[in-house]
């Protein structure tokens, strides 16, 4: 099994990319904490979570999708998300969020 959720930022110049990995559940709403608040970016600069390391998501998790997604429209940002996997892609499948996410892949 692994570790609770980890992330990294990598930036470019119009847009920011924050990788997850590991299992994000309701114990890591602290950690998520800390990244909203790489969401202090300008206008029009585009966020991405890239989910391609994260192993699993539990329904808070996917909350806090939502958090982000609600941060980014606030602040007028560009959110996607992209490259979740196995059972991370499962249950956005399930959960409908390809209806309220811009998917990048």
């Known amino acids: 099994m692994s570790a609770a959720m980890d992330f990294s930022v990598r930036e470019a110049p119009a847009s920011t990319e924050i ?8 114990a890591d709403h602290d950690t998520f904490r800390d990244v909203i ?6 206008a029009g600069h585009r966020m991405v979570f890239d989910l391609s390391r994260l ?3 539990d329904s808070s998790g ?4 939502i958090i982000a997604r609600d941060t ?3 602040r007028n940002l560009d959110f996607a ?12 499948t399930i959960a409908k969020f390809h209806t309220m996410f811009n998917i990048a892949d």
């Open 62 to 65: 996917l909350g806090m999708f």
């Open 37 to 42: 608040a790489t969401f202090e970016r300008p």
């Open 19 to 26: 990788v997850l990995s590991g299992r994000m559940t309701f």
């Open 81 to 92: 998300i992209r490259g979740a996997r196995d059972e991370v892609r499962r249950l956005i």
């Open 72 to 74: 980014a429209q606030r």
């Open 55 to 57: 192993d699993f998501v």
